[in-house]
């Protein structure tokens, strides 16, 4: 019986309708595709096309093996009268890395009408191993093994299935379908609700950067960070007319704060959907951009994709088709100042009919960065099995709406010939950092137990390959700026947003105005002053110290930001990504490193004014604030008083910093 094949450069497995293909896929990679009564399909949801590569394939009468340098897979045809065709994956030393399990199938397929399937796919639990990445999931835990996750985007929570195991491997779950992850005790399986074929990629590396890196080669890395990145981003809730953004932009420079973007944030327009300044509070936007030019500050505007039904745009858009469509029901996706829907960015015409709005009323006025929130889309109700995109099914390919938003941008920006880009997004999924997507942790709480969260969040965003990721310093909801506790947390995620791929300080601070047009319509309101001399003498000199310190770094960040442009490594790293062969680095959660050089261990507990730091073994650390210098493989209890945290350098590097935090 003839169950193995060569095509190509694959190795395909045939038995009882299913046919299995496992190709190398980049460096040290393989890609494995399963279709049920069908031929494996060649479209590909974020993996870029692989360099050439011969693999070594061998064929028995029941066993087949594909050697793609590093890794090498095991396919196992049956055994007895059960049906296997089970997949083994080693490492180039012949270890055991990860495979599928056996009983009581390991690639599920059940059939939908329609043409689809509900695909479950089952691997054994590797002994010992410690999983990380997967995206940005709002839990104070490092170490993913045991967590169950949803694998869709809501507010807060971004879905990028890649993750790297402490066993020495690196796994894609190739797939934008909505589903769910279970990493057990006694299996991983990952769950498709509706799909058209199983979908992963699987690569061995000797050290988590090395797998990093191999990600990154088929994904994409990011652009080069644009020099105004590199420095302190201003917003709040909102900036709801143009003299209040110029006023603020004049104070930062009569005070001689170093400032590089200032964001205005959303219903700045007349409707959702319309794109464009509402005349009443902006009266000259061109003016406004330049004057912000002239004082070295860029301007960064939020854009919805929703489009309400009195929108200017809403009846053409609906015509021509370029609009998420509901399947079942009345053609309302999110309630919020109206009625509105999402415009359909999977749709290469919906694209190019939203940029060329962008283009004329933001693009044309100098404004090169944009803000694109609501971006997972948010709907009001996640019921995805009634959602149709130009892509399909939203329960197929939900997953991609906020990489295809971050490219309408990216595309239309460089084709104006721009290439200093950098957008803010609130998701993304595998792939996005191609487009410049500077993803942000969404509308968190302004506590120290969210503010805990942001440090796992960035961590596991990084690995999963979304290097440039931001929170908002001090969180978003329920901050009240005259109140000393809140203050105090600003301080301290303002400290640790110093060390962040963008400092950005936001929130909808209270209390709150109401704004009302001159029509008498109730318009969104805006939040409590935010600026670094909103929260009294005494704390603003800290915020300006943190401020001019970002600024002391900006060829060290500059460093990183080449680094993830080349090699897709993350800007910042868990410790074990800097120091694999130190164990306790693993599970350090409340601590990383700022590139290779920077550790960075924030106060991120109330009134705390000291805490213990880990140091990893195989380097010494000079302290930034004292010069004193310690080894490392042990902790130690460092003092931080509320004007400072405890900062190291690795073997000494970045001496500039010695005496300045």
Known sequence: ?????????????????????????GPDSLRVRARMMDDIGDDSAALLPPPPSVPEIVIHDREASITNGKIRAVIQASQGFVRYGLLSFYNQDGKLLLQ??????????KAIPGGSYKLKASFAPVPGEKLYGMGQYQQEIMDLKGCSLDLWHHNTQTSVPFYISSAGYGFLWHNPAIGEVHFSSNVTQWVAESTRQLDYWITAGDTPAQIEERYASVTGTAPMMPEYGLGFWQCKLRYYDQEQVLSIAREYKKRNIPIDVIIIDYYHWPRCGDWRFDNEYF?????????????????????????DWRSENYEEMKQQGLLVKN????????????NNVFTDVTNPRARDYVWDKIKKNYASYGIKAFWLDEAEPEFSVYDFENYSYHAGQALEVSNIYPREFSRMFYEGQMAMGQTDIVNLVRCAWVGSQRYAALTWSGDIMSTYEDFRKQICAGIHMGIAGIPWWNS?????????????????????????????????????????????????????????????????????????????IREMMRDYTRSLMQETHEKGSPVIRALF???????????????????????VAPICHEKAVSRQVYLPAGASWTHAGTGKVYEGG???????????LPIFLRDGRQDYLIGQI
């Open 1 to 25: 019986m003839n169950y193995f094949e060569i095509q190509n450069d694959s190795l395909i497995f045939r038995a009882d309708g299913e046919t299995l293909m496992i190709s190398p896929w």
């Open 100 to 109: 599928e399990r056996a009983y009581p199938c390991a690639r599920q397929f």
């Open 283 to 307: 009266p000259d936007p061109a003016g406004m951009v330049k004057e912000l030019k002239e004082m070295g500050i860029e301007t960064m505007v939020s854009v919805w994709p929703q489009v």
């Open 327 to 338: 399947n079942l029901g009345l053609n309302i996706q999110m309630l919020f100042h109206g």
């Open 472 to 548: 908002d310093i001090g969180g978003f909801h329920d901050g009240w700026v005259e109140e000393p506790d809140f203050q105090e947390l600003l301080i301290r995620w303002f400290q640790y947003g110093t060390f962040c791929p963008v400092m950005r300080i936001h929130g909808s601070r209270q209390p709150h105005d109401q704004v009302i047009n001159k029509a008498g319509e109730v318009r969104e309101w805006t939040g409590a002053p935010n600026e670094v001399w909103t929260f009294g003498e005494e704390n603003s000199a800290i915020l300006v110290k943190f401020i001019r």
């Open 577 to 599: 990504y800097e120091f694999p062969e130190d164990k306790i680095c693993w599970d350090i959660t409340d601590a990383y490193m700022y590139g290779p050089d920077i550790l």
């Open 634 to 644: 042990a902790s130690y209890e460092i003092e931080a008083p509320i004007d400072t």
